[in-house]
C-alpha cells in the first residue's frame, strides 16, 4: 500500500506541470481551457491526499523535510558552494 501511496503522491505533481506545458496546446476553446485547468488541479489535490493517507503518517513524516522550502534552500547552497571550489 505504500508503494502505491508514493506513486499517488508522484502523479499528483503532474497535473501541476501539465496546466503550463500541455493545456495551451491542446485543441480545445478558451472556456473548455478554463474549467479543464482546476478539474487538474482538484484531481491532483485529491490525488496526492489519498497518497498521504496511504503511506501514512510516520513515511509522511520521513519526507517532510524534502518538501520544506527552508531544507531545499539549503541543500542547493550547499551544492552550489561545492561545485564553486
Given amino acids: 500500500m505504500q508503494k502505491l501511496g508514493l506513486a499517488l503522491i508522484v502523479l499528483s505533481f503532474s497535473p501541476w506541470l501539465g496546466i503550463p506545458f500541455i493545456l495551451p496546446f ?20 485529491v490525488t496526492f491526499w489519498v497518497g498521504v493517507l496511504l503511506v501514512g503518517k510516520e513515511v509522511v513524516q520521513r519526507y517532510q523535510n524534502y518538501l520544506n522550502f527552508q531544507y531545499l534552500k539549503n541543500q542547493l547552497k550547499r551544492i552550489l558552494c561545492k561545485s564553486s571550489e
Avoid at 472556456?31 to 491532483?44: C, H, M, T
Fill in 26 to 45: 491542446l485543441p480545445l476553446s478558451i472556456s473548455q481551457k478554463a474549467v479543464l485547468a482546476p478539474v487538474w488541479l482538484v484531481v491532483a489535490e
